[in-house]
């Protein structure tokens, strides 16, 4: 480093630095602004988020007027059939339980297989 | 505000102030306002023309600040992340100013700066002013390089400008304060 060098890094290093308590409070009054807005901005999210939840659970709501009695229909249809299967007398015939039997494996075959399905996706997506 | 209940602000170390700050306790911020504003003001007002644009430009670094004050690791880094902040907003202004810091200002030549009469007089050196004859882009590399210690890279590093371009604007910069501070001989 020449002499230059040196005569300039004194110089910056004795360079005045202002100060005063002006600036202070002009930067409080900045950082009490920007807390200000980051109070608004949150709010209105928090509001944004219960508008869009609402407009979920309204739509959901319309859903279920829409198909919720056919749901319910269909639904008591199935336990009419469960209860009456349970109460009628036992009826014992080979061609009967064979094709119980083969309905019951076909759904239980559906079954295992969707569930094979979903374990190999599940593996890849993990993988 | 957890941080606050322990702290004497005045007797607080800059360490303590800045980790009040990032748990947004606007009154260590305030503190550490005070302690940096000279640094940061002085910094500013050497890389503007004008003292007026340098504290603006030196608030709007302190706000930001603030903002980001989370994403700071350690309080030891303070200095050097806020100097990068104050640099950004620098070149932010500068650019919405269309000032370029890119090109190499060929068209003042070196040679045309002259000794000021009270340098010539072996007079004490007014580097302000010497510096205000400098281009912009001179006026922060030199500053940043021989005001903060910067080496080029670092400076590459800060403004985002080229290493080929920095070396220049610093040598161009300190061959022509050299020509205005340095006494006649």
Not at chain 1, 73 to 82: I, K, S
């Amino acid at each position: 480093m020449n002499d230059f060098d040196a005569l300039l890094k004194r110089s910056f290093a004795e360079a005045h630095e202002p100060a005063d308590d002006g600036f202070s409070v002009n930067v409080g009054r900045g950082v009490a602004r920007s807390e200000a807005a980051l109070k608004v901005r949150n709010a209105t999210y928090a509001v944004g988020m219960a508008a869009a939840g609402a407009t979920i659970l309204y739509g959901a709501y319309g859903l279920v007027g829409i198909f919720g009695q056919e749901i319910l229909a269909t639904a008591g249809l199935e336990v009419a059939r469960a209860h009456s299967a349970i109460s009628s007398a036992p009826t014992f015939s080979v061609q009967g339980m064979m094709q119980a039997l083969g309905a019951g494996l076909s759904q239980g075959l559906l079954v295992l297989g969707a569930l094979a399905g979903g374990a190999v996706v599940y593996r890849q997506v993990q993988e | 505000m957890a941080a606050r209940g322990f702290l004497n602000l005045a007797q607080a170390t800059e360490a303590a102030l800045i980790i009040a700050a990032q748990a947004r306790d606007q009154a260590a911020f305030g503190e550490l306002v005070k302690r940096r504003q000279g640094w940061a003001r002085a910094l500013l007002r050497r890389m503007c023309n004008s003292h007026a644009e340098a504290d603006d430009l030196a608030q709007e670094a302190f706000i930001k600040a603030w903002d980001r004050l989370r994403d700071l690791e350690t309080p030891a880094a303070f200095p050097g992340w806020f100097r990068r902040i104050a640099v950004t907003t620098f070149l932010m202004a500068k650019r919405k100013q269309k000032a370029i810091f890119e090109e190499i200002d060929d068209a003042s030549p070196i040679a045309a700066e002259e000794s000021t009469p009270e340098a010539a007089a072996g007079a004490k050196i007014d580097l302000e002013k010497a510096l205000a004859k400098l281009s912009d882009a001179e006026r922060l590399c030199v500053t940043l390089n021989h005001g903060e210690g910067l080496s080029h890279s670092e400076i590459v590093d800060i403004t985002g400008l080229p290493l080929g371009t920095v070396k220049s604007h610093v040598l161009r910069g300190t061959e022509k304060l050299r020509r205005l501070l340095e006494p006649a001989t």
